[in-house]
């Protein structure tokens, strides 16, 4: 099971690079989810694989999870869902604004100054 | 317990929503509450302040549960100071965004304000790492609003790629602290720093991993070259009073470095030797000496003053990156100009474009209110590049005389004073430029139009004067200040107190329970 979850971890995460790098904002939107779900995992195992046992410490249980990596899991789903929202309203208002998606600044056009230059 | 702590936090947290509810429509409502906000913020940060100048650690334990179960927010010396300096940097922008009118040119500036202040101040007084990032979170989400409001193709432009750096900024935040977690089961400021010294010699791989990481990470707040690439842009083009604001947000990744690697990942730490001296101080050299090119070569003024930003990180994290107490306390007082130059001259960048209509480096009619604002911008500039006598010549000196012990000291001076040279010329190039050669240029019908335009208002001067004040009052203080900071030094470097405060002070389940 550790080989799985770090081979997933791995694949995520090294996908999630590779669309960051395409400087495109649809891409590296998804690329950064893919990072985030790898380091959603990552946290998981931050706490120890486990399988079967549950996160509560009882008098008639020997072995249990650990519930902390959980709760952190959580808070960064949470916070990463948030941002991914953020983000996609902002690269559409760039892309109805600019009419192109490139991340990375572009040649400058006469008409950009104008406009956004208050 | 003393609740006061937790004061800075609460009191933005609760005004930002008041401000939305209850005067979504009523500007000068929003503004009257803010600006009170701001007003209480100072005096408590300066209450924090006096409680902890003894070396008195202050400890708040949320729900009273003990730490490490608990979330605990600590003050000492440091996190008192840096909440000072953000309710004092807080003030002058918010009157200055209130008298030009830049909260009034886009939704909810306020509530956005309030919350960005929050996350500030919760990442300066929190004693836990997942804290650390949920703060930084809260900050971050706010500034994304802030650095787009009142819209533009070029601010939207330049706020997606903020973003989309911070947010991987953010993820490697989580793999850090996920390694840190899976190697000493714990998140805890004051118990990491128990625990980390505890593991074996051979077993430091992780660890390590995991100091690198969140170096890295601080270092992407910190703007520190080659994770630099997002500054130029977003605080160029993020509206004045917004910029002057961020002036502080460089600062929060200084501060976690200096928290992180004097409490957690101490410089006589086997298993992190040779993080700072070897990669930190290279890195930070080379940001000095980038700032000040990019001051040379800006074509805009809003440009020259986000590269100054970027140099004057530079040496705050080269005198960081000695680590010694007198290198600390010398990057301590330069934080404390470096936020109140950069800000002011975000500022008087912003007088520059109401008088002119643009920033761009190049010989045009005189704008509006020329001699009011090039007094402020001499003032400005004089200590941004750090001429005598204002406190940016001070902190220089200060960091000059920490590194004149270490061995790389021949690179440092160098790295410095002739960055220093260039950063007067390229101040001294916009200056002129922007003011004196204006009175050769004979107007033309484009630019006729310049001249009539309005001058900045007298409040847009009193906030920018107020915060050139604060520059002045940093160096006629500047042995009480330094003091304070050489304090503040030794008592990072001895985190004993610290660590023993926060561990030891009972709560809810910090002894073994009867029913277990």
């Given at each position: 099971m550790e080989f799985l979850v770090a081979s997933a971890i791995g694949t995520l995460t090294s996908g999630g690079l590779y669309l960051l790098l395409r400087l495109r904002t649809f891409p590296v939107i998804v690329g950064i989810a893919l990072l985030t779900y790898a380091v959603n995992v990552f946290l998981f195992s931050a706490g120890r694989l486990t399988v079967g046992v549950p996160p509560i410490l009882r008098d008639d249980i020997t072995g249990y999870a650990d519930p902390l990596p959980q709760a952190l899991v959580l808070t960064a789903i949470v916070i990463s869902f948030g941002m991914t929202a953020v983000v996609v309203m902002i690269a559409l208002g760039a892309f109805l604004g600019s009419d192109n998606d490139f991340v990375d600044d572009q040649p400058e056009s006469p008409d950009d100054r104008t406009e956004g230059g208050s | 317990m003393n609740h006061w702590l937790i004061a800075p936090v609460i009191l933005p947290a609760l005004m930002a929503p008041f401000v939305v509810l209850a005067a979504r429509n009523h500007i000068s409502i929003q503004r009257v509450f803010s600006l009170a906000g701001v007003l209480a913020l100072i005096a408590v940060a300066i209450g924090l302040v006096i409680e902890t100048m003894d070396g008195t650690v202050m400890l708040y334990q949320l729900g009273d549960w003990a730490a490490p179960f608990g979330i605990v927010l600590v003050g000492d010396r440091l996190s008192t100071m840096m909440v000072l300096l953000t309710s004092l940097l807080a003030f002058f922008v918010l009157l200055y965004a209130i008298a030009s009118g830049w909260d009034d040119r886009g939704w909810h500036f306020h509530s956005l304000f309030q919350f960005q202040l929050m996350g500030v101040m919760g990442a300066f007084l929190t004693g836990d790492l997942f804290n650390l990032f949920v703060f930084f979170e809260v900050l971050l989400i706010a500034s994304y609003g802030l650095m787009i409001h009142s819209g533009g193709n070029r601010r939207m432009r330049a706020g997606v790629q903020y973003v989309l750096f911070n947010l991987i900024g953010s993820t490697l935040f989580l793999f850090a602290l996920g390694s840190i977690y899976a190697e000493t089961g714990t998140l805890n400021m004051a118990d990491l720093a128990n625990r980390v010294g505890l593991i074996g010699a051979e077993e430091t791989v992780g660890i390590r991993v995991a100091a690198v990481l969140l170096l890295l990470v601080f270092a992407i707040k910190a703007a520190l070259v080659p994770l630099h690439f997002w500054l130029p842009s977003s605080y160029a083009e993020a509206p004045a009073p917004v910029a002057a604001l961020f002036a502080i947000m460089t600062k929060v990744g200084a501060y976690g470095i200096i928290r992180v690697y004097t409490m957690i990942f101490p410089p006589d730490l086997e298993a992190t030797a040779g993080l700072h001296d070897v990669w930190l101080l290279p890195a930070a050299l080379v940001s000095v000496a980038l700032g000040m090119v990019g001051i040379m070569a800006a074509k805009t003024l809003n440009r020259l003053v986000a590269f100054s930003v970027i140099g004057s990180m530079g040496m705050i994290l080269v005198s960081i990156a000695l680590f010694t107490p007198a290198s600390i306390a010398a990057a301590l007082y330069y934080i404390v100009h470096s936020t109140l130059a950069a800000a002011t001259l975000f500022l008087i960048s912003d007088l520059v474009r109401t008088g002119r209509g643009n920033l761009d480096l190049t010989t045009q009619q005189p704008m509006a209110g020329t001699a009011m604002t090039a007094v402020l911008f001499f003032v400005a500039a004089i200590a941004m590049a750090g001429l005598p006598p204002l406190s940016g010549f001070l902190g220089k000196l200060l960091v000059l005389d920490a590194a004149y012990d270490t061995n790389l000291v021949v690179w440092i001076w160098a790295t410095v004073l002739i960055a220093s040279l260039v950063s007067i010329v390229g101040f001294a190039r916009a200056g002129s430029v922007l003011f004196w050669k204006a009175h050769g240029v004979t107007a033309t019908d484009d630019t006729r139009d310049a001249m009539l335009r309005e001058r900045p208002n007298v409040l847009s001067y009193v906030a920018v004067g107020g915060l050139v004040t604060l520059l002045i009052g940093n160096t006629v203080f500047a042995g009480q200040l330094h003091g304070f900071t050489i304090d503040t030094a030794a008592q990072l470097f001895a985190p004993d107190p610290y660590i023993s405060t926060v561990i030891d002070t009972?709560?809810?389940?910090s002894t073994p329970q009867e029913e277990y």
């Open positions: - | 009972p709560g809810k389940l």
